[in-house]
């Protein structure tokens, strides 16, 4: 794939967002390392950013696996709803996943 920027600049670019991506994370470190005790506050909301990330990495999987959200006739929206039914239910991670994965290979090859 060619473009019209030339080899100096493409690797400024990529040389300056990896010293803004290390900085940010370098300032948190940092942060942290100045201060003694976390407030509270930030580990109440430090709790929710494994489940965040989570659902940023799975929800759009579930409802536009092919690029545009679909929801009648996707096989993976209720595979997704009995995985998470499931998880609420036995809360377990392997049972999750068996659940989820046997719906998802029954709706789609019909076993």
Do not use: H, K
């Amino acid at each position: 794939m060619s473009t019209e920027y030339g080899p100096i600049a493409i690797w400024s670019v990529i040389l300056t967002l990896g010293i803004l991506t290390y900085t940010i994370r370098a300032s948190f470190v940092t942060l942290f390392g100045l201060i003694d005790d976390v407030p509270p506050e930030i580990t109440n909301a430090l709790r929710y950013v494994p489940p965040a990330v989570l659902a940023a990495l799975t929800v759009p999987a579930f409802l536009s696996p092919t690029g545009s959200v679909e929801i009648i006739g996707n096989e993976r929206v209720f595979a997704g709803i009995a995985a998470t039914a499931a998880a609420w239910y036995f809360d377990d991670v392997t049972a999750t996943i068996v659940v989820g994965m046997c719906i998802l290979w029954i709706i789609r090859f019909g076993l």
